[in-house]
């Protein structure tokens, strides 16, 4: 028994170890730079939209769109990105956004993740 918890006592501290969260504070962000509307099409054609709005300081509402799907949540901007359901926006530069959407097949319960770049129309 004692083993046992020598074995597990060592790989928690070791998986502890390997995991590190996002450090650092939240700052606050330019709202022009994130502010308005943003467009973009996924490689399987499908069309999204990011609608980002009162932003103040590092806080924004954000309404998500993609055929059928309609998300709207409050964000935090962090490192420039935020998360929205299973999205992650990142402006990568002005006026340009990467989106990474985890799409979730209900019939095999396979994900895949779609990537795209969005273009921002204010």
């Known amino acids: 028994m004692a083993d046992l918890m020598s074995i597990l006592s060592s790989n928690y501290a070791t998986v502890g170890a390997n995991t590190s969260p996002t450090r650092g504070k939240y700052v606050n962000v330019n709202p022009e730079a994130f502010q308005g509307r943003w467009t973009g099409k996924y490689a399987n054609s499908q069309s999204f939209e990011v609608q980002v709005s009162n932003v103040v300081g590092f806080r924004a509402k954000v309404k998500y769109q993609s055929g059928a799907i309609t998300k709207y949540q409050d964000v935090l901007i962090k490192d420039n990105a935020f998360r929205v359901g299973d999205t992650k926006f990142v402006l990568t ?16 319960g396979a994900s895949t993740l779609e990537k795209a770049y969005a273009k921002q129309n204010s």
Do not use: E, S
């Open 93 to 108: 530069r002005a006026g340009t956004a990467q989106v990474n959407t985890v799409v979730t097949n209900p019939a095999t």
